[in-house]
């Protein structure tokens, strides 16, 4: 069957264009987006996701900034240091980088970020809107899934997809989406059984779990869209190592309809909706400053 590759870095500059656009309207408003990273510790992977971020928020014209706090911060400075970004107008997006050590509430820092400034979509408010079919911002991951699947022109009402993986910020969100959309949606988990049984009757096939090659081509419906959103790395037989998704690419690719590639998939996706989101978060707080001082209020310099 021939397929169509899904190239999430071709569909990233398409978005960053629009986005860069944005930028230069809110700029000329007075309101230029500025995000800020807030990264704990030394840890090798959040080093490559602020690189790739700072990367594309250069190409939408969006000024970010770095704050990288030791790993032994406790609690109450990390929080206190969020509300202080939140009280700052020139600050239009928070993120906070994972992981972050054991001794840290996650839940509780995400949470403190203000739902204006929280371009993560992760604040349980922005989670909470999907839920009533507020569908503009929403976790980075979920959103770049789906914008994927869109890619396809296949109509989302009415179609069977299935999700592999019921994680907080990637797995439900997606369902979630989906199901705003008028998709007909089956999540399975680790406690799914005959998973083999649900992935072969979707249309759409969402994969989230962080299993090298737990979907193979005998698990997949034939012309079927599959959304790999799995990040690992493997050791070849000669010791080098490789990035790969959830899916075996090779075997699948050959039966479905639509494939994203690992890397070069979802990845380039999230970043680009991480900049959309960011455009989001300024003209909403715009739009409250505005209601509260006039439309004449523009960010001091």
């Not at 860069?20 to 959040?46: F, T």
């Not at 704050?67 to 032994?72: F, G, I, L």
């Not at 989302?156 to 008028?182: D, N, Q, R, T, Y």
């Not at 737990?214 to 079927?224: D, H, Q, S, T």
Request: net charge neutral; proline share 5%; charged share 15%.
């Amino acid at each position: 069957m021939s397929n169509a590759l899904l190239n999430g870095r071709e569909v990233a500059e398409t978005m960053l264009v629009q986005t860069r656009a944005q930028v230069a309207e809110l700029k000329a408003s007075g309101w230029a987006p500025r995000l800020c990273s807030i990264s704990v510790g030394d840890v090798s992977a959040v080093h490559l996701y602020v690189r790739n971020q700072k990367r594309t928020a250069e190409k939408a014209d969006i000024q970010f900034d770095e704050m990288h706090v030791p790993e032994n911060i406790q609690q109450e400075q990390l929080l206190a240091a969020i509300h202080g970004m939140n009280a700052d107008p020139r600050v239009t997006g928070i993120i906070l980088q994972r992981p972050v050590p054991s001794h840290l509430s996650i839940k509780q820092l995400q949470g403190a970020i203000h739902p204006l400034k929280d371009v993560e979509g992760m604040h349980p408010a922005s989670i909470g809107n999907i839920v009533y079919n507020e569908l503009e911002l929403g976790p980075c991951t979920a959103m770049a899934s789906v914008e994927l699947l869109r890619q396809t022109g296949l109509g989302l009402a009415g179609l069977e997809v299935v999700v592999v993986g019921h994680s907080e910020i990637v797995g439900k969100p997606i369902a979630f989406l989906l199901m705003a959309e008028g998709a007909t949606v089956t999540v399975c988990h680790h406690m799914t059984r005959n998973l083999s049984v649900h992935s072969r009757r979707a249309d759409a096939l969402f994969v989230a779990v962080g299993k090298p090659g737990l979907i193979n081509a005998e698990m997949v419906k034939p012309g079927a869209a599959v959304i790999d959103i799995g990040i690992n790395q493997i050791t070849l037989p000669d010791g080098s190592t490789k990035v790969v998704g959830d899916v075996d690419f090779a075997s699948v690719s050959q039966i479905a309809g639509w494939i994203t590639p690992v890397p070069g998939g979802v990845g380039p996706v999230t970043v680009a909706v991480l900049m959309r989101n960011a455009v989001i978060g300024a003209t909403r707080q715009k739009k409250h400053y505005e209601s509260l001082f006039g439309p004449a209020h523009q960010l001091a310099e």
